[in-house]
């Protein structure tokens, strides 16, 4: 059975910093691109960050460009987003998921594999 579980999240005050990490298990996703979504209260949910197979490639969502980073380790079969200078606006949960194409995509419906979400509130 394939599974994404991501951990991390948490409650942090605006400004601080929060990793996430993205755990895959049931196969290996060294030749799929991975990716970080995320859901506000009462929003649809929306693209973070992608990341290529070979880690070459990355794209970002314009509202965490210059405080997030995403990155994988192929070898442990892990994703994660690294997340900084967290405000407000930031607090969602928060969805790794891996596509079928190797290439970074933003595109929700290009991914195959959804973990459960992890939350993340920032406080004021």
């Known amino acids: 059975q394939v599974q994404l579980v991501e951990s991390g999240g948490g409650l942090v005050q605006a400004g601080g910093s929060l990793r996430l990490s993205c755990a895959a298990s049931?196969?290996?996703?060294?030749?799929?691109?991975m990716g970080w979504f995320r859901r506000a209260p009462g929003k649809e949910r929306e693209f973070v960050a992608t990341?290529?197979?070979?880690?070459?490639?990355?794209l970002y969502a314009d509202s965490v460009k210059g405080r997030f980073t995403i990155s994988r380790d192929d070898a442990k079969n892990t994703g994660s987003l690294q997340m900084n200078s967290l405000k407000p606006e930031d607090t969602a949960v928060y969805f790794c998921?891996?596509?079928?194409?190797?290439?970074?995509?933003?595109?929700?419906?290009?991914?195959?594999?959804w973990g459960q979400g992890t939350q993340v509130t920032v406080s004021p």
């Open positions: 998921a891996a596509a079928r194409s190797p290439w970074a995509t933003m595109t929700s419906t290009e991914y195959d594999y």
């Open positions: 049931g196969r290996t996703f060294s030749r799929s691109a």
């Open positions: 990341i290529s197979w070979s880690g070459s490639s990355t």
